[in-house]
């Protein structure tokens, strides 16, 4: 999926179609515009992740990181998340292939930690 230019080991972003939308990812599957995000979008994300079905334990996280990143400009530090959402961090972790920050963080559009300032 991701695309690398030959030699430079520089990744170029991955354009995916969802419908007739369009939608720009980093090679690392993150939403480049945390705008491109919609909930049937981050079902499809999820089904290709393992996740068959999100429960409500799912949109609960999903939805509080969106909406903290909405409000802040930024991802939630962990005692932050798991007090917004009632969670132990385990029970966070193991509720997402790729636990908080390449599950729930990559499924709510947020954007990749390693390009956050």
């Given at each position: 999926?991701?695309?690398?230019?030959?030699?430079?080991?520089?990744?170029?972003?991955?354009?995916?179609?969802?419908?007739?939308?369009?939608?720009v990812?980093?090679?690392?599957?993150?939403?480049?515009?945390?705008?491109?995000?919609?909930?049937?979008?981050?079902?499809?994300?999820?089904?290709?992740?393992?996740?068959?079905h999100?429960?409500?334990?799912?949109?609960?996280?999903?939805?509080?990181?969106?909406?903290?990143?909405?409000?802040?400009?930024?991802?939630?530090?962990?005692?932050?998340?798991?007090?917004?959402?009632?969670?132990?961090?385990?029970?966070?972790?193991?509720?997402?292939?790729?636990?908080?920050?390449?599950?729930?963080r990559?499924?709510?559009?947020?954007?990749?930690?390693k390009?956050?300032?």
């Open positions: 999926m991701p695309t690398q230019h030959e030699g430079t080991g520089d990744y170029q972003p991955v354009v995916r179609s969802f419908g007739q939308r369009e939608v990812f980093d090679s690392e599957g993150f939403f480049n515009d945390f705008n491109d995000w919609t909930e049937e979008i981050c079902t499809c994300l999820a089904a290709e992740a393992g996740l068959g999100l429960d409500d334990r799912h949109w609960l996280v999903i939805r509080y990181l969106r909406e903290y990143y909405g409000a802040n400009g930024r991802a939630p530090l962990n005692n932050a998340l798991r007090k917004g959402t009632g969670m132990a961090l385990l029970d966070l972790e193991a509720l997402f292939p790729g636990g908080i920050r390449d599950g729930a990559r499924l709510a559009g947020l954007p990749n930690p390009t956050c300032s």
